[in-house]
């Protein structure tokens, strides 16, 4: 009996204690497995199936001040920080500041991990404009939300400028900064707009004096209704940018040259566990703006839970005057809790 008592009264402290411990972060996993076929004889093997990647989360809070966040991803040639930075939880005028490995603020698909978005493969700006399909470089990120009815973010960034697809890949001892405005607004209960314009500069090569300048603007209507927000749903989203990117001409100086390219996207959920989504693209290639390419996608997803999804996606791509098509089928599956990405 006295046993029985002294639990009832200590086991809730006792819960309590672990529950705020710092030394046990929050766990997760999420993997992807694909299997993909291409009639493009150009390419490598023309049916390929393999466990594609497998990321591994970390996430608690430091102390009163600061929290930690780490993603590990790993395939066939090993394991990777993929992101890990510290953010503040403390400072004043809704300031929030992050130090490390950071997603760049540029555009909106940027900043989302790849299990997130509604179509399998990357767009071609991601592709075109960024190693890997994606900015994750070294450095700090300062944003503000003004005290609004609305909601507005401003965030600036510098960073290290590896990123070998539109900077120097870190050869350069100069840095790159990029800039973000977010403006969100509810347009009904059902609707909601994003709007939000990037640009960033960074060193286009080592010891050359050339630069890479990027402006971008994303848009993003979603339709939800709140009697059945899990159930229906339609968004549509674009994303545009212009690459200026600076050239040496016969004379000894430098011409900039400018690429512009984007895309548009519709996804429509019928019912609470199925998406149908399209996405036409466009793009010249950043370094060489004679080479113009486009493809077009469509995709079918399937969600048993909120931790599995099935996603197949037929995508036709055209360029330099070849054309292909691609299949390809994923599964991807979550265990632990992994945390919210940027909406």
Same mark, same amino acid.
Request: charged content about 20%; cysteine-free.
């Given at each position: 009996?006295?046993?029985?008592?002294?639990?009832?009264?200590?086991?809730?402290?006792?819960?309590?204690?672990?529950?705020?411990?710092?030394?046990?972060?929050?766990?997760?996993?999420?993997?992807?497995?694909?299997?993909?076929?291409?009639?493009?004889?150009?390419?490598?093997?023309?049916?390929?199936?393999?466990?594609?990647?497998?990321?591994?989360?970390?996430?608690?809070?430091?102390?009163?001040?600061?929290?930690?966040?780490?993603?590990?991803?790993?395939?066939?040639?090993?394991?990777?920080?993929?992101?890990?930075?510290?953010?503040?939880?403390?400072?004043?005028?809704?300031?929030?500041?992050?130090?490390?490995?950071?997603?760049?603020?540029?555009?909106?698909?940027?900043?989302?991990?790849?299990?997130?978005?509604?179509?399998?493969?990357?767009?071609?700006?991601?592709?075109?404009?960024?190693?890997?399909?994606?900015?994750?470089?070294?450095?700090?990120?300062?944003?503000?939300?003004?005290?609004?009815?609305?909601?507005?973010?401003?965030?600036?960034? +510098? %960073?290290?400028? !590896? =990123?070998?697809?539109?900077?120097? $890949? @870190?050869?350069?001892?100069?840095?790159?900064?990029? #800039?973000? *405005?977010?403006?969100?607004?509810?347009?009904?209960?059902?609707?909601?707009?994003?709007?939000?314009?990037?640009?960033?500069?960074?060193?286009?090569?080592?010891?050359?004096?050339?630069?890479?300048?990027?402006?971008?603007?994303?848009?993003?209507?979603?339709?939800?209704?709140?009697?059945?927000?899990?159930?229906?749903?339609?968004?549509?989203?674009?994303?545009? +940018? %212009?690459?200026? !990117? =600076?050239?040496?001409?016969?004379? $000894? @100086?430098?011409?900039?040259?400018?690429?512009?390219? #984007?895309? *548009?996207?519709?996804?429509?959920?019928?019912?609470?566990?199925?998406?149908?989504?399209?996405?036409?693209?466009?793009?010249?290639?950043?370094?060489?703006?004679?080479?113009?390419?486009?493809?077009?996608?469509?995709?079918?997803?399937?969600?048993?839970?909120?931790?599995?999804?099935?996603?197949?996606?037929?995508?036709?791509?055209?360029?330099?005057?070849?054309?292909?098509?691609?299949?390809?089928?994923?599964?991807?599956?979550?265990? @632990?809790?992994?945390?919210?990405?940027?909406?």
């Amino acid at each position: 009996m006295l046993i029985a008592l002294w639990w009832a009264i200590t086991a809730p402290a006792w819960t309590g204690t672990a529950a705020a411990n710092p030394m046990n972060p929050d766990l997760s996993v999420i993997g992807t497995i694909a299997g993909r076929w291409t009639d493009d004889r150009t390419a490598g093997p023309r049916f390929e199936a393999a466990l594609e990647e497998v990321e591994l989360g970390l996430k608690s809070d430091v102390d009163p001040y600061l929290t930690a966040e780490a993603f590990l991803a790993g395939d066939r040639a090993g394991f990777g920080v993929e992101e890990a930075h510290l953010d503040t939880l403390a400072l004043p005028a809704n300031l929030k500041a992050s130090l490390g490995r950071i997603r760049a603020s540029f555009g909106k698909l940027n900043l989302t991990h790849e299990h997130t978005w509604y179509t399998v493969t990357p767009p071609l700006l991601a592709t075109n404009l960024f190693d890997g399909a994606a900015w994750v470089d070294d450095g700090a990120r300062l944003s503000w939300i003004a005290p609004l009815d609305t909601y507005h973010e401003v965030t600036v960034e +510098a %960073l290290r400028g !590896r =990123d070998a697809g539109s900077f120097s $890949g @870190g050869a350069s001892a100069d840095w790159a900064g990029a #800039g973000h *405005l977010k403006n969100f607004f509810d347009l009904t209960d059902a609707t909601s707009l994003e709007a939000g314009w990037s640009v960033a500069r960074g060193p286009d090569g080592p010891g050359t004096g050339s630069h890479t300048n990027l402006g971008g603007a994303d848009l993003t209507l979603k339709w939800r209704p709140p009697e059945a927000n899990v159930r229906r749903s339609v968004a549509l989203q674009a994303e545009g +940018a %212009l690459v200026a !990117r =600076d050239r040496p001409n016969p004379a $000894g @100086g430098l011409t900039v040259a400018r690429t512009p390219m #984007g895309w *548009l996207l519709l996804d429509v959920q019928p019912g609470q566990r199925w998406h149908v989504a399209a996405r036409v693209d466009g793009a010249a290639d950043s370094r060489d703006p004679h080479v113009h390419a486009r493809a077009a996608a469509g995709v079918i997803s399937y969600s048993p839970s909120e931790f599995s999804n099935l996603m197949i996606e037929t995508r036709g791509d055209r360029a330099g005057g070849h054309a292909w098509t691609t299949v390809t089928t994923r599964l991807t599956f979550s265990i @632990g809790p992994h945390g919210a990405h940027p909406f």
